[in-house]
């Protein structure tokens, strides 16, 4: 299930659409992530030099930090096509046929959601990834042969949210592995502003900064926020984009002054209050949300275990005592049992 921001009103659709709308299209437009960026600036250079296609690339991290982002920037700096498909639309070998047979050379195919693609189609494009082939299984039984057809050389751009859920001979076969992490308020605000710009909305500089301290490091929420608050200043005021509107519009939008949402803190109040702090499994707690385990792990605990709000032990998830300060509530005595008074300390 797909995390829906609460600052926003948007379907997945009107989601991709803007998504899309805002993305930069060269790197140097792409904001923070400056270590990554530096490697993926040699490599492009040495392709362009060497005259020969990018090494294959895994970008792995939480939802909306700019994988999809990466892998766009990559053929227009190139100069070339990219091909788009994910993991769950890969059911056979053969859905992966009409993707490989159009590649051209140095082009780019990027699969999004690589973790999830069946064990067969994987097989299959091993021989793709590493000699630019691929082998058909042609007849059946005793009259089946295989014939193996060449392919132009081309670059398979990976991205994964779960990177340790991709089988390792599939990530051994990208020879770069780059891992987004979450990006600093300054780095948010820039993203802000100059997407307020794209926007033709005007913003002060503290509008942008408080909008980007409430957006959980993420630059997709960032933008869902910047677009609730431009409809909010739409509705309520005449003029730009101000501290004070912002305040408002986020307070509406039940963002809370860490950046967390209705749905992050019921994470909290579920862990505290049904769980008396942990320790308790995700499974537990999904259930109890009634929400998937993989939209609690994959998009709900990434932030909340950076910001130190919970923390992962051998037995389960704990509240940290950052967590019952943030929701104003009293930790237990002994909090949470021994493993939880260490926390404590
Ligand atoms: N480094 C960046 N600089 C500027 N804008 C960014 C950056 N990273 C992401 N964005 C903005 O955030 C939006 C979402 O990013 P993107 O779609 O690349 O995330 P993703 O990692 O692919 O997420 P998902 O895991 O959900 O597919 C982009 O449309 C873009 O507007
Ligand atoms: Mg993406």
Not at 124 to 139: Q, T
Not at 155 to 171: F, K, Q, W, Y
């Amino acid at each position: 299930m797909a995390r829906q921001p609460i600052a926003q009103a948007g379907t997945p659709d009107e989601d991709k659409q803007r998504d899309a709308a805002l993305r930069p299209r060269l790197l140097h437009e792409v904001i923070g992530q400056n270590a990554v960026k530096r490697r993926i600036e040699i490599l492009l250079k040495a392709a362009r030099k060497l005259k020969e296609p990018l090494s294959h690339i895994l970008f792995d991290g939480p939802p909306g930090l700019g994988k999809t982002t990466f892998a766009t920037v990559l053929p227009n700096e190139l100069g070339t096509t990219i091909q788009m498909t994910s993991g769950p639309a890969l059911t056979k070998p053969a859905d992966m046929l009409p993707f490989l047979t159009n590649v051209t050379e140095g082009s780019i195919l990027f699969i999004d959601e690589i973790h999830r693609m069946p064990r067969v189609v994987e097989e299959f494009i091993y021989p793709a990834m590493e000699d630019f082939r691929i082998d058909i299984v042609l007849g059946e039984g005793m009259s089946a042969r295989t014939i193996s057809m060449p392919l132009k050389r081309f670059t398979l751009i990976g991205a994964t949210t779960r990177s340790g859920m991709l089988s390792s001979p599939m990530r051994d076969r990208f020879k770069i592995h780059e891992h987004l992490d979450y990006y600093t308020v300054e780095e948010l605000a820039q993203i802000v502003t100059i997407n307020a710009r794209k926007l033709n909305t005007a913003i002060a500089t503290e509008a942008a900064a408080e909008i980007a301290q409430r957006s959980r490091g993420t630059p997709r929420i960032a933008n869902s926020r910047l677009c609730w608050a431009r409809s909010y200043a739409a509705s309520e005021s005449e003029g730009p984009i101000d501290l004070s509107l912002a305040r408002s519009a986020l307070d509406m939008a039940e963002v809370d002054l860490l950046g967390l949402d209705k749905q992050d803190r019921r994470y909290l109040n579920t862990l505290i209050g049904v769980f008396e702090g942990g320790p308790t499994g995700v499974e537990a707690l999904a259930a109890t949300m009634n929400l998937p385990s993989d939209t609690l792990s994959d998009e709900i605990e990434p932030y909340l275990l950076r910001e130190q709000m919970i923390v992962r032990s051998p037995r389960g998830r704990l509240a940290t005592m950052k967590a019952y300060a943030h929701l104003g509530k009293q930790p237990p005595n002994p909090p949470g049992g021994a493993d939880q008074g260490l926390l404590f300390n």
